[in-house]
């Protein structure tokens, strides 16, 4: 889906508490935002939050507080890079520049952050953290009572349902036939993907 695409689909939103709020004000909402729902528990998220009076009432933060997080997340399901949100906010809203250039900095800082938040909140299951793999000669392979001319590949895998259980890790082993499936099947999958995203 292509960026102009994206505008275009939401092009009817408006933001008008956070187009009104001030730089500075904007920024230490935008902050408490990242801190209290990207980076929970880090000691960034502390630093981020402390000793922090956006000069707001509660009920206009939580307003901006809003408006910043349908942005947010919106430039990180679309993996946005700090020109594109600039972009958008230039085209799409009423936004002064200096507070465009308050959100993109702060985009800029905690992309990462966010982007992997929504993975994590979003993941129907175990989370692949990891791949690692080898090819095994067939004389070194070989188990009891049973040759193969051909190499084995052993992969492991480590996968995580969440930041707070212990990762597992998952070992098997596939012969040529078998890795011919699974290239097949992923390159299925990109083709797929590919093709959604043009």
């Known amino acids: 889906v ?104 702060v985009w800029g800082r905690h992309r990462e952050a966010v982007h992997a938040s929504l993975c994590a909140s979003s993941s129907l299951g175990k989370k692949l953290l990891g791949v690692r793999w080898r090819v095994e000669e067939p004389r070194a392979f070989a188990k009891a009572g049973q040759h193969s001319s051909d190499p084995v590949a052993l992969v492991q895998l480590c996968l995580s349902a969440s930041p707070s259980q212990e990762a597992e890790t998952v070992v098997f082993e596939m012969n040529r036939e078998t890795s011919e499936n699974v290239v097949r099947a992923l390159q299925a999958i990109q083709q797929q993907v590919e093709s959604l995203s043009r």
């Open 2 to 105: 292509s960026t102009q695409s994206t505008w275009d689909a939401v092009g009817s939103i408006r933001h008008p508490i956070m187009e009104k709020a001030e730089p500075a004000h904007l920024q230490t909402v935008l902050q408490g935002l990242v801190a209290s729902s990207y980076l929970k528990g880090t000691p960034e998220a502390e630093e981020l939050l402390a000793d922090k009076d956006p000069g707001l009432s509660l009920e206009d933060q939580a307003a901006i507080a809003a408006d910043c997080q349908k942005v947010l997340e919106m430039a990180a399901l679309n993996d946005w890079s700090v020109a594109q949100l600039s972009a958008y906010l230039d085209e799409k809203t009423n936004m002064k520049k200096e507070s465009v250039k308050t959100f993109t900095k």
